[in-house]
Nanobody
Framework: QVQLVESGGGLVQAGGSLRLSCAAS????????TAWFRQAPGKEREFVAG??????????YYVDSVKGRFTISRDNAKNTVYLQMNSLKPEDTAVYYC?????????????????WGQGTQVTVSS
């Protein structure tokens, strides 16, 4: 079992930046795939970014709305995945969740992930 703990959320003005962290513990060797999802009030959970590692090669994936603004990365020594969020917009306001699984999903959707963190609130004011 893998435990995930997010941190780094907060309140920021539009155009600002935040860096979210997702620290993993437990059977971390079984989680080469980690992703960030978000859920805004009244909306469905949405995939934001994902990162996979295979044979020491990383591959990243992003939803179109965050491409060029968000960057997902990982520090394997610390078992931590980061989401650097720049040029934040009010529509980025949501609870951000970290999720993990053992293989690359065919579709980047929440139902394909079995391990989840508790979430961290990101609020972007206009």
């Amino acid at each position: 079992q893998v435990q995930l703990v997010e941190s780094g959320g907060g309140l920021v003005q539009a155009g600002g930046s935040l860096r979210l962290s997702c620290a993993a513990s437990g059977r971390t060797f079984s989680i080469p795939v980690t992703a960030w999802f978000r859920q805004a009030p009244g909306k469905e959970r949405e995939f934001v970014a994902g990162i996979t590692i295979s044979w020491n090669a990383e591959q990243t994936y992003y939803v179109d709305s965050v491409k060029g603004r968000f960057t997902i990365s990982r520090d394997n020594a610390k078992n931590t995945v980061y989401l650097q969020m720049n040029s934040l917009k009010p529509e980025d306001t949501a609870v951000y969740y970290c999720a993990a699984r053992s293989g690359v999903p065919s579709v980047w959707r929440g139902s394909n992930f079995g391990s989840w963190g508790q979430g961290t609130q990101v609020t972007v004011s206009s």
